[in-house]
């Protein structure tokens, strides 16, 4: 069975710090991974996938994310935090053979400092 | 902007009443879902619809009753409600073009309150 963790509950970080958000993923083979964030009373908005080729993948608002297989992680980064960035942000794997069900992590709450 | 648009944003209801959410989708996908999703948790799949038949069901609760009417709609018939279902309800689809990858596309959700 395919699992998510996130080790990561709550991470402050001050406006225009750097920004990394851990995930670890366990699936027996080459996953189909995502980034998604969720502002306060909104929807889901993916922020980054990877499929497959390039390790680094470029998303959405300045998030990159990396693929490391060795380490069964892809964890989510950005340079330079802005406050709108604060937001609750989940880890998802997807699997062809899992007919539909993406298994998420159960996330990291994202509090910008100013 | 969402290209997944609910309907209605917030909903309060009686545990005698029956209501609907509903959900639309117009970027072709043939796949779409119904989220429950509690505060500071993941979301928590209820219903699969691939090619507008329902693929999968979580073991929810009949009280609970998805229809897709086409490849672009999505409704969520509910009945008899218990207040431990108040919650956000997300609506997302998916390409499905290779395979069901899942990515999804999210909608911003139906916040649902039963008193």
């Known amino acids: 069975a395919q699992s998510v963790t996130q080790p990561d509950i709550h991470i402050t970080v001050s406006e225009g710090a750097s920004l990394e958000l851990r995930c670890n993923y366990s699936y027996g083979a080459t996953p189909y991974l995502f980034w998604y964030v969720q502002s306060p009373g909104q929807g889901l908005q993916l922020l980054l996938k990877?499929?497959?080729?390039?390790?680094l993948v470029q998303g959405i608002k300045g998030f990159e994310a990396e693929f490391k297989r060795s380490q069964s992680s892809f964890n989510l980064r950005k340079p330079s935090v802005h406050w709108s960035d604060a937001a609750e942000y989940f880890c998802a794997v997807g699997a062809r053979t899992n007919a539909g069900k993406s298994t998420f992590g159960d996330g990291t709450t994202l509090t910008v400092k100013p | 902007d969402t290209e997944v648009t609910q309907t209605p944003k917030h909903l309060v209801m009686g545990m005698t009443n029956k209501k609907s959410l509903k959900c639309e989708q117009h970027?072709?996908?043939?796949?779409m879902y119904w989220y429950k999703q509690k505060a500071k948790k993941p979301p928590e799949l209820m219903f699969v619809y691939s090619y507008e038949k329902l693929s999968i069901n979580e073991s929810v609760p009949s009280r609970f009753s998805p229809e897709c009417p086409n490849s672009s709609l999505l409704n969520l018939h509910l009945h008899a409600l218990q207040p431990e279902d108040s919650a956000l309800y997300l609506c997302?689809?998916?390409?499905?073009?290779?395979?069901?990858?899942?990515?999804?596309?999210f909608g911003e959700g139906s916040r649902l309150t039963v008193l």
């Open positions: 990877y499929f497959s080729g390039d390790t």
């Open positions: 970027m072709g996908h043939r796949a």
């Open positions: 997302a689809s998916s390409p499905w073009d290779r395979g069901n990858t899942g990515e999804l596309f």
